[in-house]
């Protein structure tokens, strides 16, 4: 079973999923270069890369681990990412009765908590070294991904927070810039479970409850903050994962697993942090404080401008004594983060279902870059039935930012670009078929009407019929004859084609 880094390294080593570098390369540009042309090359040579030569530092480099759909459910401890799906199904199948809400607070509880539940250990391997006087990240191989960054950036850490009212932990994927040797730039977008916790620290901090009851004793300006880099790649996963606020990461990535994740306190700052990671970062987060971070070449395939983020002040770096650097590069799509989100696209459309039962299938294909297109077939039976299905996603958690949704019929196929692109244009009229509203943005939507916020667009590409009142007839779609098909198929050969 896998439980860290090194496990799933042996194991891609030994599945001939990983290529090693020996030569010295430079963690500026060099590696990024190298990695976008794996990434977007024949599938056979997509592979994940080690680079054991990195100038600077005597850390190996781990990149595009996750970068294919097999890889992605290796990871995840599966053949192939529809297994993901079906485990989610069979959950949600045991007796989730009641309405909304109700069943959405069952999932978590659904969760055998016992089984998946983190372990606490007091001896971690993330501690064999332990830096607490003068720590640095100078020792780190951080990349310098593209040329217009702003500096060198960690893209695939794990970072713990915990709410400051309700004491519940997240764990999310934020990159993060290096400022110098202890400060870094902490990049949770304003919509993230990390941003919300920094907002009630915020909120506390300076000195109003805004209506909460809260003990006297957490109103603290400072807030902790663990980074993890590395650790069980279920966990890596679920920090990607947009779970709902609440249900703990730690806790799905060990039902993801199949057993606990074992985790140790840390040494400066009192959080917990999985005891397998390679490094962690330990600090805190003033929440007043802000500082201009990026731009980043981002996985938009554009640079994120530079903008005001908290800063995250390092306290300790703990790590193996011969840890591996995970990390990953963003950029023009496809790239391996794409895979990540698949896996959250198989892992999440029981829960779509379960929500839109009319829902069949769903695609967030590479081009969309996640928010920015989301494909889903339903079966449709009454009218307005795509305009429901639209806005109940834009009212579905980080479905939210989605800025444009295509809606099908059930028996398109949502995978096949080619065929939504002929459904999706043939079967609308934009007078009638087009939704547009405006609602909350990614913080990476560069096209917004301003940050944060701006247009939706919805396109019921279903076929149309008497339930949507049209006044001409909707005709058939072209299908050859069974038979014809079945005497051209026998005789094939014959024709010398
Ligand atoms: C490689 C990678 C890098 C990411 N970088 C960021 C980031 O810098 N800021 C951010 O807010 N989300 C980023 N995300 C997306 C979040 O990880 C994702 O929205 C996740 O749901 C956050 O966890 P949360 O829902 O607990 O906040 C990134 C995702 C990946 C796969
Ligand atoms: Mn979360």
Redesign the pocket.
Known sequence: MIGDLADFVALLERRGQLRRIPVPVSPELEVAEITDRISKGPAHENLALLFERVDGSAMPVLVNAFGSAERMAWALGVERLDELGERVAKLLDMNLGGGFAERLRKLGSLIDVARAGPRRVDQAPCQEVVETQAPSLAGLPVLRCWPGDAGRFI??PCVFTRDPVKGTR??????LQVFDERTLGM???TH????EHHYWSEVLGAGSSRGCAVDAARLRTRMPVAIALGGDPALIYA?????PPGID?VLFAGWLRGGGIEMARCRTIDLEVPARAEIVLEGWVDPRERRLEGPFGD?TGYYSLAREYPVFHLTAVTRRARPIYPT?L?GRPPQ??YW??KATERLFLPIVRMMLPEVVDMNMPAEGVFHNLVIVSIRKRYPGQARKVMTALWGMG?MMLAKTIVVVSEHVNVHDLSEVAWRATGNIDPKRDLVLLEGPMD?LDHAALRHRFGGKLGLDATEKGPLDDVTQPWPDEIVMSEEIRERVTRRWKDYGL
């Open positions: 893209t695939l997240n764990v999310g994927m934020y990159r990049h949770w977008q993230k479970g990390g941003a920090a990607s994962a947009p779970l990461e996985h990953t963003v391996e983060d990540l989100g980080l913080d």
